[in-house]
């Protein structure tokens, strides 16, 4: 065998801590790697899958009259159109260990042979008979109940009845029911006739033919059909139109996934710094080696190829262990966000791009790292290497110098400031590994607790405890009195609300609102002035002040580009186009699209004289048990006085929904900023391995004029302490940095609004205890090598 392949198996088998050290540390890297984009590929691939599957729907067309089957088959013959069936939609309520929960209805035409928004049949019936229901697979946790059970059900208009689940589907379309706190149901007409509704079906959904990832020609397309059935009398309510062939959260996902991809490979550059620290403490161990080595003929490229070499060998044993490892953790993420995103894995491969990647990450990137130590130490002269006696660098005067000569520090202090500042190149190295490493940790606990604190500012935004939606308007006067006289409430007011959608030469009203109501819907909100139950926070402009003025606020997801106080917008109000001034922005935490107006504004515009369609109630303990309490009570008065309810939303209700649609991301924050700690840490214990490694002749002259083994150890301890805590503060300013930009992006993409930068002084105190506790640790090896040497060792080191 070639001696220089020789030398690189022994350099291997010499150090396996070391070289156990810099595989997991590159590993660590390539599995993150893998995990993210293995998960990736198959949710992409599944959420596409899922969705399209379902065959969702171009467009619905909401009308004020009943929908007929010879209806739908003249609108299925109009150019441009695939297909065309009818449908409804509605809000119940399902009573739940005494309480009421939300329950979006979805009445179905022909469960056989639907055409659009189709459903996966899980089990039990296929086509629920009358009086009975399908359940949604994810609907069961919340509705406490299993196929085979009776569930009480309230509609609108009708009395509480029990109706029987008799089959499981899955619809990729829908949110996971416990995120949404509500329950999914799939009956017939018959049924919802039997649970006291008279409506039939007002829904018309249609596929166009051609271009069906176009939004404007489906927009055109369902203008068409639109102008068609007023030309028959129809009434056209609303045109829906969710972006074509996306998933509702597909934009937040794709943002989720990179962000964890970018943290992945930042993981894998940290380790591959480690790697090169490490070449660079074995070639400084080594540099008498090479000195003969080049002696006898050895040249510069073919020491560096020895030491790439090594590199090769140590990232090739990372791959095949972090490989395997990583696509069982990338199941385990991808079945987590299939649950989070209420999707199916059908097709568990995973492309074979996702090894290649981690092969060329894995191996390219700590060979780009390692190049310049490795070119650096096999260029060295036979002359300095032969004459090498450790560190032979002169602490010039400087900062360092007159730092550590002030009279507060002992002398063993004073030797380890200026050691630590030695090798300036080495020591960048190593705290930015630190650094990066605790400033990801730190972002990602600060990026959760400002997520948590988001989330607060929906009970301080909603000052009421619980919104009750009524069927039919009703005189606020009428049943707000007995709601306060209730005790333990606080107030109650009555507000209206109805959706909307900007007017901009166009006939009919079209919004981005997906089948279940709630993504992509635009609502006008209508506030009795001045209101006590709301906190708006106010980016731009002003509040509502004046009672009979057309003015709107915004809030963010209702503004687009370009509007600005004081300008006039139409916003359509029953289907007939209203001018308002904008007065304001708001920024809510927890809402759809909003536009919040004076409920006398609305009233008069839409001449329903002051009445109200909703009941906002705040109590005065605001905990989860009272309002629950609270709610009955008021629900039971209601029920006294005859007034139907359409449905309640308590406010804790949203706040769980809220919290749990970004519980994965923060988690996995979380998982890959402990991984770059790990990195880091690794990272000061090769520093300080080749620090002391390299100063061994001056600890043996240390010896010889009277140090102890203990003043010693304390020397190389202070030392990486003194490395340890110059991290840290490095750490926290690039924390704030990062922990800025991650909330913009995390905030934006789930409510377009900025999460508050917000320092967590848990993730503070951890970081500082990791840090000096694995400075320590690092040091501590080292260290008690140092003090273990005898002067004759030290001075006649090689």
Avoid at 116 to 127: C, E, I, P, Q, R
Avoid at 200 to 222: C, M, P, T, W, Y
Avoid at 228 to 257: A, D
């Amino acid at each position: 065998m070639n001696t220089r392949f020789t030398k690189v198996i022994r350099d291997l088998r010499s150090d396996y801590a070391r070289n156990l050290m810099l595989v997991v540390a590159t590993g660590v890297g390539i599995f993150g790697i893998g995990s993210i984009l293995g998960g990736y590929h198959v949710i992409r691939r599944e959420m596409k899958d899922n969705y399209m599957g379902t065959v969702p729907a171009s467009a619905t067309i909401e009308i004020e009259e009943s929908i007929s089957g010879e209806l739908v088959d003249s609108v299925k013959a109009l150019p441009g159109i695939q297909a065309a069936e009818r449908h409804a939609t509605l809000v119940a309520r399902m009573k739940i260990d005494e309480k009421w929960y939300p329950l979006l209805l979805f009445v179905v035409d022909d469960f056989k042979n639907k055409q659009t928004n189709k459903v996966y049949f899980v089990s039990g019936d296929t086509a629920p008979a009358r009086g009975t229901m399908l359940a949604e697979r994810t609907a069961f946790t919340v509705m406490h109940a299993s196929e085979g059970d009776s569930l009480m059900i309230k509609t609108r208009n009708g009395e509480p009845k029990k109706v029987k689940l008799t089959g499981t589907v899955h619809d990729p379309g829908l949110a996971p029911a416990w995120q949404e706190e509500a329950g999914y149901g799939y009956v017939t007409l018959s049924t919802l006739h039997d649970l006291g509704e008279t409506q039939g079906f007002d829904q018309l959904r249609i596929l166009v033919s051609e271009n069906q990832n176009s939004k404007a020609h489906i927009r055109e397309k369902a203008e068409a059909v639109a102008l068609w059935l007023k030309g028959k009398g129809y009434t056209v309510h609303e045109i829906q139109i969710p972006s074509p062939g996306k998933h509702p959260h597909q934009g937040q996902m794709n943002t989720v996934m990179e962000i964890f991809v970018i943290f992945s490979f930042l993981i894998l550059i940290l380790g591959s710094i480690l790697v090169a620290t490490a070449m660079a403490t074995l070639m400084v161990k080594q540099i008498r080696q090479i000195g003969v080595m080049k002696t006898l003929g050895a040249t510069s490229t073919q020491l560096a190829g020895m030491y790439v070499l090594m590199v090769i060998v140590l990232c090739v044993v990372a791959l095949a262990v972090a490989i395997p490892l990583s696509r069982i953790t990338a199941t385990v993420f991808y079945n987590q966000i299939a649950v989070l995103l209420n999707l199916e894995i059908r097709d568990r491969s995973i492309s074979w791009e996702v090894p290649m990647i981690q092969i060329a990450a894995g191996v390219g990137i700590p060979l780009i790292a390692t190049l310049f130590p490795v070119i650096r130490g096999s260029r060295v002269s036979v002359r300095k290497a032969l004459d090498n006696f450790g560190v032979g660098r002169k602490i010039k005067r400087s900062w360092v110098v007159a730092f550590s000569s002030l009279g507060i520090f002992t002398d063993t202090f004073r030797i380890s400031i200026r050691n630590a500042f030695r090798q300036r190149a080495r020591l960048t190295m190593t705290l930015g590994l630190l650094a990066a490493g605790g400033a990801m940790f730190m972002t990602a606990l600060n990026v959760s607790e400002a997520w948590h604190k988001n989330l607060n500012r929906i009970y301080q935004q909603r000052l009421y405890d619980l919104e009750v939606r009524l069927t039919e308007p009703v005189q606020a006067d009428r049943i707000l009195e007995a709601i306060r006289n209730i005790p333990g409430v606080r107030l109650a007011e009555g507000w209206n609300s109805v959706s909307t959608s900007f007017v901009r030469n166009q006939t009919f009203d079209i919004t981005g609102t997906y089948p279940d109501k709630g993504h992509g819907s635009f609502s006008m909100t209508a506030v009795p002035l001045p209101t006590q139950l709301i906190n708006p926070t106010i980016k731009e402009g002003r509040w509502l002040n004046e009672q009979g003025s057309n003015e709107v606020v915004l809030n963010q997801l209702a503004r687009e580009p370009g509007i600005s106080p004081g300008d006039s917008i139409v916003l359509s109000l029953d289907g007939k186009p209203t001018r308002w001034k904008v007065v304001g922005f708001t920024e809510d935490v927890g809402s759809s699209a909003m536009a919040y107006v004076s409920l006398h504004s609305f009233s008069m515009l839409s001449d329903s004289l002051l009445n109200v369609k909703s009941i906002r109630i705040g109590y005065d303990d605001r905990s989860k048990e009272n309002a629950v309490l609270k709610s009955k009570e008021v629900e039971a008065l209601l029920e006294r006085k005859g007034i139907s309810i359409d449905g309640t939303v308590p406010v804790w209700l949203l706040h769980n929904a809220v919290a749990a649609h970004m519980k994965v991301l923060v988690n996995s924050l979380i998982a890959l900023a402990i991984l770059m700690a790990l990195v880091g840490t690794l990272g000061l214990t090769s520093t300080m391995s080749v620090n002391v490694l390299e100063r061994t002749r001056e600890i043996g002259v240390m010896r010889a004029i009277g140090a102890t083994p203990e003043r010693i150890r304390n020397v190389v301890v202070f030392e990486g302490l003194i490395i340890g805590i110059i991290s840290i503060l490095i750490a926290i300013m690039l924390s704030l940095v990062l922990s800025a930009y991650m909330g913009n992006l995390i905030g934006n993409m789930s409510f377009r609004t900025p999460l508050s930068l917000t320092v967590s002084g848990i993730a503070l105190s951890v970081w500082v205890l990791i840090i000096m506790g694995g400075s320590y640790a690092a040091a501590f090896y080292p260290a008690r090598r140092a003090g273990r040497l005898t002067t004759r060792e030290a001075l006649c080191y090689e």
